[in-house]
């Protein structure tokens, strides 16, 4: 059986990290092993409750999901550190455990563009174990950042003997294709101030939590990339931004927002 193995990635790891992998048969037994086990489901090593929230593991029974973590290498980023990058080989895939994640791509001319920002409990780099082509976006932390990493491998056992975490790998799929279709459906018939409102109603969904005299949405996004978020440059972005704030719809903080009064800026989105 293999332990936990684990990664440290900085800003300055280029590629895909390289696992250290970690063999337990002969600590199986020993006081180190228990240790580091113990650590493990109690959230030092990560939350493990995240995991087990997580829609593709939430029907497993305990000794089926025991025995997948086994099998998961724990990844740590800090801001700006990339755990692939586009054109990469993929052989695994991600779990957010705690932090921020964005994926984007680069053009030849060097603009770049965001696909999405995810957060804990959303995955990440599942198309590789379908498609073998080279990694389609790069993936880099807006956050410090850990990971859980399952080799296409380990998931593809899984598959072939739960149903219903093929099922939900499934929904997964479907839900980023329905938001890819609706970001392009945005571009076409949504204006500017339109498309900036809605991506700040979607980070506020699934990031805000309550303040004083709003929602707080610690986006941990520079303007720039809010920019590349909604396909639009930065000075027409904070235009829209500063716009929000004269009509008192929301307060802008350092990487994030407060927003004031969302029904207004959910009728914006419209």
Not at 128 to 140: G, K, M, N, Q, V
Not at 195 to 210: H, M, N, Q, T, Y
Not at 227 to 251: M, P, Y
Request: charged residues 30%; proline residues 3%.
């Amino acid at each position: 059986m293999q332990a936990l193995r684990i990664e440290h990635c900085t800003a300055s790891a280029s590629r895909e990290c390289q696992v250290s992998h970690i063999y337990a048969n002969y600590l199986k037994e020993s006081k180190k092993y228990r240790i580091k086990r113990a650590e493990f489901y109690t959230g030092d090593f990560m939350d493990i409750e995240v995991l087990r929230r997580a829609p593709l593991f939430a029907t497993l029974d305990d000794e089926a999901f025991r025995l997948l973590t086994d099998e998961l290498t724990e990844v740590d980023l800090s801001r700006g550190a990339s755990v692939f990058h586009e054109g990469d080989q993929g052989d695994q895939l991600y779990f957010i455990v705690s932090g921020k994640v964005k994926l984007g791509r680069t053009a030849p001319d060097g603009r770049e563009s965001l696909l999405a920002i995810l957060g804990p409990g959303e995955l990440f780099g599942e198309m590789a174990l379908f498609d073998p082509s080279p990694r389609t976006a790069t993936a880099t932390a807006v956050s410090e950042t850990r990971l859980a990493g399952l080799r296409n491998e380990s998931l593809r056992a899984l598959l072939q003997t739960s149903p219903e975490v093929s099922a939900q790998l499934l929904q997964a799929l479907a839900r980023r294709l329905r938001r890819t279709n609706d970001n392009l459906s945005d571009l076409v018939f949504s204006d500017v101030p339109g498309r900036v409102a809605k991506a700040l109603i979607d980070l506020s969904e699934r990031f805000g939590r309550p303040a004083t005299d709003g929602v707080l949405v610690a986006h941990e996004l520079t303007q720039e990339e809010l920019a590349q978020l909604v396909g639009a440059s930065r000075e027409t972005v904070n235009k829209a931004l500063a716009e929000f704030v004269q009509r008192g719809w929301l307060r802008l903080e350092a990487r994030a927002v407060v927003i004031l009064d969302i029904n207004r800026l959910r009728q914006r989105s419209r």
